[in-house]
């Protein structure tokens, strides 16, 4: 007899049923349990079954599972009689939590089926999909302990849940229109309105030009007819987002592939079982100019829950329903997003309409988004059908950590053993409601992965709300508190990700970030590995000007850099009054600050340019930068220049009359090649032959694509991101691994 520990992905889609069925059809017999953090088999049989057993365990395992070790062991025979589920019991060790999984095919047939008793069935569900992580109170994955436990099955469901040939065995969230969750509206008069008829009335809106927020798996959206401009500006005015892209939801790859280039690999993203946001090329097509303006992608996805297909789909009267629907994130401003009715009510007064549903969600999870950069994706944000998915790094301390991350794109990650759980996305930690959702999924994401921390870890950054909880929590806990450079947390993500143990040259470009001398860091070069980094070098320092708003109005930086107001006021880059009153905060040293910010660098030349001189969101400047960019049709022989001598030659070409997408352009081939020579002589002195990339700046596709092939050349190897963020929601992985590579705790 074998006892085998399976660890991995092997709850919540389907494993013990799988098991099960493939032990009655070898004659196998002993038992299958969850045992919290592995699945569990006693299986009992002549050897050469047992070897064929084992093998299509580990080759035939369901489509949604993720096997990461198997352990086997040789024990006597029992007096096994057939092979049974059995109950589960909770053992301590490494823990694998689903995320959400995206509808399946077979479910989309039986949702539309006339003769399926699901039909129309707006939770519809198996083996192979549904909710998970969002839903689940803790460890094992059993009903009980997900907010499925609020539905008691009825017969019929209780049936297929108990049936080892039903698709729906064991299946945690099964229900159907008799037993499950239900959808209603809520506010305008409407309460009562339920079921069918609340996705009629729903419909009925969206066609109209109307906008209405929409409960879904990890909060609610707000949706309305992409097609529409005037419906997206009435989105935008409410929501008090000017210019911000916003997600496209589209009905099916057909419709995607009308509005926008997609090449093979991006399909496969897009239509995977995560269904993420994918930024893809837009083509000029019915999408309202409004939706994405003055860019050169749109953020795409599919319908990923049986209630979005029957938004697109369901069979009433209405003609002409639209196939592409805007589907942002529901939350105000700077807030997280909307889970529960109440705040929906309260958030939502400008809607025509809120479609809500009683399946409580647990934790939040906003939509994953995802770029590709030279066919390889390029995580931006990392949540939904991603968190909490563990990266793996070998070799770790046994150590237990919570690392907070940063204040923007805030992400949180417990570390144990050689795993690194990254949250799911937070938001920005600037206003305390943010914080409250912080500490409330601090303590569920601990629970559920039984996680006490031994170690806290945060930015070094002395007024960043996660640095004031990390102190708290440190406290609390009476454990030690590490703070780690932003920068250097960074580079560390990129290891992590690429589980890389050796010595790098780490770049880390970005907006912002706490240097160790105070003043603020964003264009370093350094010599690091996993426990210990030298700043080897940085772009040429500048003064930064105007506090808070010189991260959002990139003229300010831009005059700073010209040190000539006169021409500043030739350029029009602001007003009379503003300019003279940021020459005297100059002049007098006035709230200003030493920045060596590649993110800043971006903003000034965006604002010379007259591309973009004041940003409504992050990253708006160097967004429209690089679409500026991707309009020329030049290739520039890029010559090393610092950034300084880079702006002062854009600057000149500018007033000289030339082209503004050939000067876009221009800077992202002399930053690039900048980079490249820089980290060439580093390479030269130090003999280290490995770069990390990491900071937003590269998201930047066309940056990071033109600097990984000059570093490539030079004959380096590049780690770079892929499935972790390279902006600040990956920094938490980075500190956490840096924690688990020291000798902390004894």
Known sequence: MLNIKIFGIVQGVGFRPFVKNLADAQKIFGTVANRGSYVEIFAQASEEALKKFLDALQTKNPPRSAILKVDVKDLPDKNFSDFKIIDSTHEAGDIFVSPDIAVCEKCKEELFDKNNRRYLHPFINCTACGPRLTILKNMPYDRERTSMSDFPMCAACAEEYFNP?????????????????????????????????????????????????????????????????????????????????????????????????????????????????????????????????????????????????????????????????????????????????????????????????????????????????????????????????PIFFDGNKKISVLALGGELKNTFCLAKNNLLYASPYIGDVSDLRTVEVLESSIERMKNLLEINPEVVACDLHPRYQTTKLAEKISSALDVPLIKIQHHYAHILSCLAENNFHGEVIGVAFDGTGYGLDGTIWGGEFFLCDTKNFERAASIKPFTQAGGDKSSREGWRIAVALMKDFELAKKLKLASVAELNGQKFLLEKNINCVTSTSVGRIFDAVAAILDICKVSTYEGEAAMKLQAAAERSDKNFRADFLTTEEIFNEVLTRRLDGENIFDLARFFHESLAEMTAAIVEDLSRESKIKTVALSGGVFQNSLLSSLTFDKLRRRGLKVLRHELIPPNDGGICIGQALHVVKLKIGG
């Open 165 to 389: 040939a039903s698709r729906r065995f064991d299946a945690q969230p099964v229900c159907c229109n008799d037993c499950g969750p239900e959808v209603y509206l809520i506010g305008n008069g409407e309460l009562g309105i339920g079921n069918w008829d609340a996705i009629k009335h729903v419909r009925k809106i969206l066609a109209g030009g109307g906008i209405v927020a929409i409960k879904g798996i990890g909060g609610f959206h707000l949706a309305c007819n992409a097609k529409n401009f005037s419906a997206v500006q009435r989105l935008r005015d409410s929501k008090t987002r000017p210019t911000k892209p916003f997600a496209v939801m589209f009905k099916d790859v057909a419709a995607v592939e009308r509005e926008c280039f997609l090449s093979e690999a991006e399909k496969i993203f897009l239509d995977s079982p995560q269904k993420p946001i994918v930024l893809l090329q837009k083509k000029i097509g019915s999408i309202a100019q409004n939706v994405a303006p003055d860019i050169n992608k749109l953020g795409v996805m599919l319908p990923y829950t049986p209630l979005h297909l029957l938004i697109f789909d369901f069979p009433d009267d209405i003609k002409n329903f639209p196939d592409a629907l805007i589907m942002t994130s529901g939350n105000p401003s700077g807030v997280p997003i909307t889970i529960d009715d109440d705040d929906a009510l309260k958030n939502f007064d400008y809607c025509d309409a809120i479609l809500s549903h009683d399946r409580k969600i647990l934790l939040r999870a906003d939509d994953s988004v995802m770029d590709f950069i030279d066919d390889k994706p390029s995580m931006i944000r990392r949540s939904r059908g991603y968190a909490p998915l």
